[in-house]
């Protein structure tokens, strides 16, 4: 079973510029989740989205907006692009563990971006 | 207020040699769970461990069991026979409540490293 893919791997953006990330779960799993992650602020939820529909939302500004497709893939997007928003995006999608029975979140390899 | 402290941000095991790595989390929910990730130097992050509030047993995957002391509030990741291959950073996440299965809270995280 494929897991979860990210793309692109790595990009450079300048600032002011915009970006779309790109994220396809794991066939069969209908919940997307978003997170950033940097050095001085660690891994922060960005956005959750359950057949096509946003569940649940964390505290980023509204240039940070995602959406997911009737196929389950989603993508994410940041606009008017910062210094700061350089980060690892990661895409997880959720599961039920086999052992433990609990709803468990897959990670992909992440979107590495870096703003100029 | 942080809901997830990990307060060692680097920690050194000897091969084969057993490793604690703490986590204390703060809610008020009755109902979560509490999970453990490693991420390597490659970046994506792999699910290791879950243990659910009203779990009474501490969670064992292999070499790794959860010291769930819940009155405590402390979750901690005790990682047995440790082998070079788990030189990772650990994040220690919680989930809040029943619903919303992507959205996790996560530690600032605590880098191990195992020497030979």
């Known amino acids: 079973k494929a897991g979860v893919t990210q793309t692109p791997r790595y990009l450079i953006k300048t600032r002011g510029q915009q970006v779309t990330l790109s994220c396809s779960p794991i066939s069969g799993h209908r919940s997307v989740s978003w997170y950033q992650q940097t050095p001085g602020q660690g891994l922060q939820f960005l956005f959750e989205y359950f057949s096509e529909t946003q569940r649940n939302k964390g505290n980023f500004p509204g240039r940070f907006s995602g959406r997911q497709f009737s196929n389950s893939r989603s993508e994410m997007n940041v606009s008017t692009l910062e210094l700061g928003d350089s980060a690892l995006y990661l895409c997880?999608?959720?599961?039920?563990?086999?052992?433990?029975?609990?709803?468990?979140?897959?990670f992909g390899a992440g979107s590495r971006l870096t703003v100029l | 207020a942080q809901k997830i402290t990990q307060t060692q941000p680097g920690m050194f095991v000897q091969e084969k040699e057993a490793v604690t790595l703490d986590c204390t989390y703060d809610t008020s929910d009755q109902s979560y769970g509490l999970f453990w990730y490693k991420q390597p130097s490659s970046g994506e992050m792999i699910f290791l461990i879950y243990?659910?509030?009203?779990?009474?047993q501490n969670a064992t995957e292999g070499r790794y069991s959860l010291n769930f002391q819940k009155a405590r509030k402390s979750a901690n990741l005790v990682i047995s026979a440790s082998q070079l291959g788990d030189s990772a950073m650990y994040f220690c996440?919680?989930?809040?409540?029943?619903?919303?299965?992507?959205?996790?809270?996560f530690g600032q995280g605590t880098i191990l490293t195992v020497h030979p």
């Open positions: 996440a919680m989930r809040e409540g029943l619903s919303s299965y992507g959205k996790l809270t």
């Open positions: 997880a999608s959720s599961h039920s563990d086999g052992n433990s029975g609990a709803n468990v979140l897959t």
């Open positions: 243990q659910g509030s009203y779990d009474e």
